[in-house]
């Protein structure tokens, strides 16, 4: 008899079936450029440091801008505190410590981890891009971390010790954009490793870490950010995305939605009643004006 089995589609296969990476010959050019000019220690050191501070403030922008356009106050969660000058600065000025004197010498220490764990940077070792690789470890990244800031955050929250470390990110009751890393020290070390354990786990290459810090920080913003824009918001076709709301909700009421990026732990630990009774509070009183 023969044997009718369908052979199924390798996962190169696949990607035959998808359309090239439009920007892919540039990609490589400025890839391969910078792997032939910088050693390892300067690319894991510097130039993380330059995809970082690049992505957080193009990140922030959009919510700089909107508070100066009127009709954007609409969007803001807590319309009632809006953004003030001498918040911001402040925390720019926190935030610039925290950058350069906390998180540099981490990236540092990210190339003694790619070379211990033999972690290529080269085009040749580039993974392929698409769903089944870059995409999904990502998404396994945020995963790991998700499930590292839930249960650290609700023990930063213990009463012993919030006062010491976790009072610090919770200064703005109204969060922007920029406040997504205004943390103490300690705090930035304690749910930064978060960060950490999904490249230890599943990074291919250094892009991979590149990757998933963008995504990180595009997130991270996007839930500080104070606005709840409709339908723009890509992160929303991710099924258990929290979102601005929901993180915006932890600052204005100091407990539940411990989370940072998705809402499950919140959903089997109870830790979001509370947000979930004040927006049918809402919802009751919106009808009941109709
Ligand atoms: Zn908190
Ligand atoms: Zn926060």
Redesign the pocket.
């Known amino acids: 008899m023969e044997n009718a089995t369908v052979p199924l589609l390798t996962p190169d296969q696949f990607l035959d079936y998808l359309p090239e990476n439009p920007v892919k010959e540039s990609f490589a050019r400025a890839w391969i450029y910078m792997t032939n000019n910088y050693t390892k220690f300067q690319i894991a050191t510097w130039g993380s440091l330059i995809v970082h501070e690049l992505i957080y403030f193009a990140a922030c922008m959009p919510g700089i801008i909107f508070q100066f356009i009127p009709f954007m106050r609409r969007f803001k969660i807590q319309s009632n505190r809006p953004e003030t000058f001498e918040g911001q600065w402040k925390c720019f000025k926190l935030l610039m410590f925290s950058h350069f004197c906390i998180q540099l010498p981490l990236m540092a220490g990210t190339y003694v981890f790619t070379e211990f764990f033999n972690i290529p940077y080269g085009w040749e070792e580039m993974p392929p891009w698409f769903v089944y690789n870059i995409a999904l470890r990502v998404f396994g990244c945020a995963v790991i971390e998700d499930t590292w800031h839930y249960f650290l955050h609700s023990a930063l929250h213990d009463k012993r010790i919030y006062k010491h470390i976790h009072k610090v ?1 919770h200064h703005f009751q109204s ?1 922007f954009g920029m ?1 997504a890393e205004y943390a103490h020290p300690a705090e930035t070390l304690i749910l930064g490793m978060g960060f950490f354990w999904g490249i230890l786990l599943l990074a291919n290459h250094v892009v991979l870490m590149w990757a998933w810090v963008m995504i990180r920080l595009f997130e991270t913003i996007d839930v ?1 950010s104070g606005y709840e824009i409709p339908y723009l918001n890509v992160f929303h076709l991710v099924p258990f995305y929290g979102g601005a709301r929901y ?1 915006d909700f ?2 204005y009421n100091f407990t539940g939605n411990y989370s940072s990026t998705f809402t499950w732990w919140d959903k089997i630990f109870g830790t979001d009643r509370q947000f979930k009774e004040y927006y049918a509070k809402l919802e009751g009183k919106k009808e009941k004006k109709q």
């Open positions: 990110h969060p406040t500080h993180h932890h600052h």
